[in-house]
Every structure is written in structure tokens, then in C-alpha cells.
């Protein structure tokens, strides 16, 4: 293989890296990647906690709430999709050294995600009836009766949700990750807090819970928005009245956040298909696809935390024409993904018997969750980390749409389509959903990395890199 072959198929051409002006050092990247992951792990364990105090209630209360956040997540995933759009094109524009046309895009993401929290909090509170039982069919009189109550309260946090997210993804664009992590932590303590008070000391229900989410909220919502306003900041946001709509920027939010909106929507209406499959293997086997999911989650959350630091890194790469280094930082940030996960995988698996123990499951359904838990550890270390980690680097240079149309597409024909036909055809238990995650994930993962090697990621840039 001659000179030139060698270099077209190397992941990054070491001799264009100023490695002596690296954008981010070892110590920097740390700084911005720690607090990420941290977050991320702390809100996971938060809402383990919060569906076990509404637990507390009866079962009536954590069905309702069950269902409306089955909705809420949904919603949830438009708003991240638009967060994301606004840590790519600011991350960009820092890179490029404009920070006037950052805090300008700024000011054109806050006011696209506030008209589009709105009116979707409207249409949901006006039709939540007749929404939650087109979803959901017919269910016990108790039930729907807490979960309008239970939308109602939720839908109208919204906005507040959306306008938080927004604001910690500026604050992540401009790499400062802590702020966001410290005002999230104090969320989530807050909301416990608040169930505390509301669910076991007023009595108050689904209401309760509800009740806290919304306030704690608007508390960390208003926090963000304040610390927009001081001075000496990478992005400084003020005239909040004062926005007029930009139609060219909030074209490139859109061309970022729609695409990624849908291919998270197409995730949630796969769960629910996957859900659907679950549901006719009888109880045992529910309980133990519904642990197996919050284990299986805990244990990615630190490497998903790298792939959120990973946009900002790549975006600011992308924007001051930093290509090779761009490059770097996607293969050194999978890396460490691979070893975060590896551990974590290894962790949760020694944690998985207490939990069962504690959790007070069945023999039957412990044995079948143990059974997929050796399994996800042993796999998901081998091909996780190639099928996520890159695609967020691919993201924050602009080349969404591939990533939306690849992951819906393995999402449908191997996660969904094979976990129903193991279990239609073949009589599989709840394995198959994991055996069809598998096959999703190393699909994904060759996908993936033939992209990253072709450089065809780099052709769908937001912005004009710097000259």
C-alpha cells in the first residue's frame, strides 16, 4: 500500500494538529466531560428515586404517571433535539471566533424553542382527554383520572423544560459544563424534596408529584436565564423582549434540531412498540424487561455523558476550521467512552443481584433480568460505543440527516422488527428485545464507522468554517 493510500485511510492526519495548541488540553476536557457525565448520572438516579416515592401512592398513581411520561418523553426529546441544535451552531460560532453572531443565534434558539414549547403545551392541556386515550385505549377509571391530572401540571412545565435546556446547552457550547451540572443538581434535589413534602406530607397524589416537577422547574429555569445576564461570559443574553425573528438562523436550528427530533421520536415510538411485544409475556416478564431497562440505562449514562461533551468539542473544531482536530477528538473521546462504559457495564452487573433483592422481585423474574444483564454486559462494551459516540461528533458538524435516516432505519428493521418476530415466531421471551438491541447496535456501528472514515460527514457543515 503506497504513501497515499496509507493516509486516506487513517482516522486523522497527525502531522495538521498543532498539538501544542490543542483546543482543548487533557485537563480542560476533564473539566468540560466530568460534570456532563455527572449530571446525567445524578438525574438518572433522581428519577429512579421519584417514580419510587409516587410508587408509594398505589398502583393507580404510577400507572397514571407510567403513561403521561411514556407522552412527556416524547416531548422531552424535541426539546434535547433543539437544545442540541443550539450547542452545534453556537459551539460553531465560538470556533469561529464570533461571538456576536453566537449570541445572536442564541437569542434566535430561545425564541424558536419558546413559540414551539408554548403551542405545544397549549394543544396538549386543550386535547390531553382525548390524547391520552387515543394513546392508550380504554383504562381504569382511576387511573385516567390521575393521569389528566398528572398532564395537565407536567404540560404546562414545558416551557420552563425547554427554556432550561436550551440555556444549559448555551452554557455547554461555550464549554462551560458545571454551571448547568450544579443548577440540574439542585433541580433534582429540589424535586425530591418537593415530592417529599407534597406526596407524603400534604397527601396530595400524582398532584404532588406533578406539583414538584413543574416548580422545580420554573426555579431552575429562572436561575439560567438570570445567569444569561451577567457580563464576561462567552454568551450573554438579555433582550429577552426585544428578539426579532432571524429566518436564516432559525432555518439552521430547525435543519439540525428537526433531524435529530426525529430520529429520538422514532427511539420513543419504537420503545413503545417493543412495549406493546412485552406486554403478552405475562407479568414475570414484564418486571423484568422494565429493571433490566433502568439498569441497561444506568449503565450507558457516563458514556452518553461523553458524547453530549463530544458536540461541544467537535463544534468548536468545526467552526474555527480545526478539521484534523475535529477527527482527533472524535476517536479520543470514543475511546474513553469504551473505557467509562466498560467499567460501568462491569459495576452494574455486580449491582444487579442487591437490586433484585431489594427491589423485591420474583424468583422468576429475577433470573430472567440476571439473564439479560449478563448478556448486555458481555455485548454492549463490543459494539455500543462505535454505534453512539462518533454519531454525536457527525452530528455537531452539520451531517444529521444520515444519522436520523440510519438509526430509524436499524431501530425499525433490527431492534423492533426482530424482537417481534423472535417472539411471534419463535415463542423468545423477553431476551429477544435485547438480542434485536444487539443487532441494532452492531448494525449501527458499521454504519457509523464506514462514515467516519469516508469524511462524507464533513461535507454537511452549518456553518462556513473559519478562513
Known amino acids: 500500500m503506497n504513501v497515499e493510500k496509507k493516509r486516506r485511510f487513517r482516522l486523522y492526519d497527525k502531522t495538521k494538529i498543532d498539538w501544542e495548541h490543542l483546543l482543548y488540553g487533557r485537563r480542560a476536557l476533564f473539566a468540560l466531560l466530568i460534570p456532563v457525565i455527572v449530571e446525567q448520572l ?48 453556537c459551539a460553531q460560532y465560538l470556533g469561529k471566533k464570533d461571538r456576536e453572531g453566537c449570541n445572536r443565534a442564541a437569542g434566535q434558539v430561545f425564541l424558536t424553542v419558546t413559540v414551539i414549547s408554548v403551542v ?25 383520572s390521575d393521569c389528566l391530572v398528572y398532564f395537565l401540571l407536567t404540560a404546562l412545565s414545558y416551557p420552563f423544560m425547554a427554556l432550561f435546556s436550551t440555556g444549559s446547552s448555551l452554557y455547554r457550547a461555550a464549554g462551560n459544563s458545571r454551571f448547568p451540572m450544579a443548577v440540574s443538581v439542585i433541580s433534582n434535589i429540589g424535586n425530591v424534596a418537593g415530592n417529599a413534602i407534597f406526596i407524603f406530607g400534604l397527601h396530595m397524589g400524582v398532584a404532588g408529584a406533578a406539583l414538584s416537577t413543574l416548580l422545580s422547574r420554573v426555579v431552575c429555569t429562572l436561575v439560567i436565564l438570570i445567569a444569561l445576564r451577567r457580563p464576561g461570559q462567552e454568551i450573554i443574553f438579555r433582550n429577552y423582549l426585544r428578539i426579532r425573528p432571524d429566518f436564516r438562523i432559525i432555518s439552521m436550528v430547525l435543519a439540525v434540531g428537526i433531524p435529530s427530533g ?25 418486571a423484568a424487561q422494565a429493571m433490566t431497562i433502568i439498569l ?6 457516563g458514556a452518553i455523558g461523553v458524547g453530549i461533551g463530544l458536540m461541544t468539542v467537535v463544534g468548536q473544531c468545526i467552526g474555527a476550521g480545526r478539521i484534523e482536530e475535529a477527527k482527533y477528538y472524535i476517536v479520543k473521546l470514543t475511546v474513553y467512552a469504551e473505557a467509562i462504559l466498560a467499567v460501568s457495564c462491569a459495576l452494574t452487573l455486580l449491582l444487579t443481584k442487591p437490586v433484585i433483592l431489594l427491589g423485591g422481585m420474583e424468583a422468576e423474574s429475577g433470573r430472567l433480568c440476571m439473564e439479560m444483564m449478563i448478556a448486555i454486559t458481555i455485548v454492549k462494551p463490543i459494539v455500543w460505543v462505535l454505534s453512539f459516540i462518533p454519531g454525536y461528533g457527525m452530528r455537531a458538524a452539520g451531517d444529521v440527516g444520515f444519522s436520523m435516516v440510519a438509526s430509524s432505519a436499524t431501530m425499525w428493521l433490527c431492534r423492533v422488527a426482530l424482537c417481534i418476530y423472535l417472539v411471534r415466531a419463535w415463542g423468545f421471551g423477553p431476551m429477544a428485545v435485547w438480542i434485536g438491541m444487539f443487532a441494532d447496535w452492531t448494525v449501527r456501528s458499521i454504519l457509523f464507522g464506514w462514515r467516519f472514515v469516508s469524511g462524507r460527514w464533513l461535507k454537511h457543515q452549518v456553518l462556513k468554517p473559519a478562513a
Do not use: H, W, Y
Open 42 to 89: 445524578l438525574n438518572s438516579l433522581m428519577g429512579m428515586v421519584d417514580t419510587m416515592m409516587v410508587s408509594n401512592v398505589g398502583s393507580a398513581a404510577i400507572s397514571a404517571v407510567s403513561l403521561v411520561d411514556s407522552v412527556n418523553n416524547l416531548v422531552i426529546q424535541v426539546f434535547s433535539a433543539l437544545a442540541a441544535g443550539a450547542t452545534i451552531i
Open 262 to 286: 426525529i430520529e429520538n421520536g422514532m427511539f420513543q415510538f419504537g420503545k413503545l412498540a417493543i412495549q406493546s411485544t412485552v406486554s403478552t409475556m405475562g407479568t414475570a416478564a414484564i
Open 120 to 144: 405545544l403545551t397549549v394543544l396538549c392541556i386543550v386535547f390531553r382527554a382525548p390524547l391520552l386515550s387515543l394513546v392508550f385505549g380504554k383504562v381504569e377509571k382511576e387511573v385516567m
Open 296 to 301: 441497561e440505562m444506568l449503565n450507558g449514562i
